[in-house]
């Protein structure tokens, strides 16, 4: 069966310091991964996917992942955080259907 | 602005009530995806129809039921309602009938159950 876990329920990190999100997947095969943001009282946007090739993807606002099938991984960085980065973030995986993590809610301070 | 508009935004009613949230997906979008977001289960997937047929099941309880139009909107029914179905539950599109493709995100109908 597949599966998504996001470790972090919330984290907090220091406008203009570095970020990682982290996600871990269950999946039989090669999965599309997905990166999605939420502002409060928004629906989720994308932030990135990845299918196959270069296992280094970006996405848009300056964020990355990297998918990592040796740890079935698919990590969301972020060199340096905005105010406006705070948000709550989603990894999802597609197969049969979309799912989703818990999320993972970012706060950033001043 | 994703192109999904969802519909009432709020909604408050009482246990044992019937309501309909609608959905217009995106312009060319054929798949319609239905999601429960709450505190204690986040998103949960309910059900997912591309060009009116239904294409895959979720966790979608008996008491909801879920429909594609020909003109591609979507409906959620959700009856005799309880106090655990108070949830924030939207509406995606996708051009793709599996699973694959991005998803586009209304902005949800937030439902109180008192």
């Known amino acids: 069966a597949q ?3 996001q470790p972090d329920i919330h984290i907090t990190v220091s406008e203009g310091a570095s970020l990682e999100l982290r996600c871990n997947y269950s999946y039989g095969a090669t999965p599309y991964l997905f990166w999605y943001v939420q502002s409060p009282g928004q629906g989720l946007q994308l932030l990135l ?10 996405g848009i606002k300056g964020f990355e992942a ?5 740890q ?3 990590n969301l960085r972020k060199p340096s955080v905005h105010w406006s980065d705070a948000a709550e973030y989603f990894c999802a995986i597609a197969g049969f259907k979309t799912i989703f993590g818990a999320g993972t809610r970012l706060f950033v301070k001043a | 602005d994703s192109g999904v508009t969802q519909t009432p935004k709020h909604l408050i009613t009482a246990t044992g009530q019937r309501v309909t949230l609608r959905c217009s997906p995106r312009s060319g979008d054929l798949s319609v995806y239905w999601y429960q977001q709450s505190l204690d289960q986040g998103l949960q997937f ?5 060009n ?3 294409r895959a099941k979720g966790n979608i309880l008996e008491r909801f039921s879920a429909q594609q139009f020909p003109d ?3 409906e ?13 539950y939207f509406c995606a599109s996708s051009d793709r009938q599996g699973a694959t493709g991005e998803l586009f995100f209304g902005e949800g109908s937030r439902l109180t159950v008192l």
Do not use: W
């Open chain 2, 46 to 50: 309910l059900i997912q129809y591309y």
């Open chain 1, 66 to 70: 990297e998918f990592k099938r040796s």
């Open chain 2, 52 to 54: 009116g047929e239904e």
């Open chain 1, 3 to 5: 599966s998504v876990t």
């Open chain 2, 76 to 88: 959620l029914n959700l009856s005799s309602l309880e106090l655990g179905d108070s949830a924030l």
């Open chain 2, 72 to 74: 591609l909107h979507s």
């Open chain 1, 72 to 74: 079935s991984s698919f």
């Open chain 1, 49 to 58: 996917k990845y299918f196959s090739g270069d296992t280094l993807v970006q």
